[in-house]
C-alpha cells in the first residue's frame, strides 16, 4: 500500500483558487488510480475526483464540475486537485486515497480506498 501526504489546504475568499498535492512514497504510484474525497463537519465523507492509474480518464462530482481539476503526475510520485471559483460550501477537509491495488479503478467510495492521506483543511470564507 501507498504512503499519501496531501499538501496545499489553506484559507481562501469565495472566488479564489487553491492547488492541493498529493504525494505517494511508492515507486509503483504510477500503477494505481487516485481519487481526492472530502468531508465537511457533520458530514460523510464525499467523493470529489478521480483520475485513472494513466491520467487518461477523470471523473467529477457534480457539485466542483467546471471548477475542479485533478491530474496525476508519474514522474513525480504526485497527484493534483486544482481548486478554482471556489465556493464557502467546498469548506471541508480534503483527502487523497488510492485504489487497494495497482491497476484497478479509482475509489469512488470510501469503502473502496486502500490508503488514505492525512488530510488538508480547505476553509473559503465568503
Known amino acids: 500500500q501507498l504512503q499519501l501526504v496531501e499538501s496545499g489546504g489553506g484559507l481562501v475568499q469565495a472566488g479564489g483558487s487553491l492547488r492541493l498535492s498529493c504525494a505517494a512514497s511508492?515507486?509503483?504510484?504510477?500503477?494505481?488510480?487516485m481519487s481526492w474525497f472530502r468531508q465537511a463537519p457533520g458530514k460523510v465523507r464525499e467523493l470529489v475526483a478521480t483520475?485513472?492509474?494513466?491520467?487518461?480518464?477523470?471523473n467529477y462530482a457534480d457539485s466542483v464540475k467546471g471548477r475542479f481539476t485533478i491530474s496525476k503526475d508519474n514522474t513525480k510520485n504526485t497527484v493534483y486537485l486544482q481548486m478554482n471559483s471556489l465556493k464557502p460550501e467546498d469548506t471541508a477537509v480534503y483527502f487523497c486515497?488510492?485504489?487497494?491495488?495497482?491497476?484497478?479503478?479509482?475509489?469512488?467510495?470510501?469503502?473502496?480506498?486502500?490508503?488514505w492521506g492525512q488530510g488538508t483543511q480547505v476553509t473559503v470564507s465568503s
Open positions: 511508492a515507486r509503483t504510484f504510477g500503477y494505481y488510480g
Open positions: 483520475i485513472s492509474w494513466n491520467g487518461r480518464s477523470t
Open positions: 486515497a488510492s485504489g487497494r491495488s495497482p491497476w484497478v479503478i479509482a475509489p469512488r467510495l470510501p469503502t473502496e480506498a486502500g490508503s
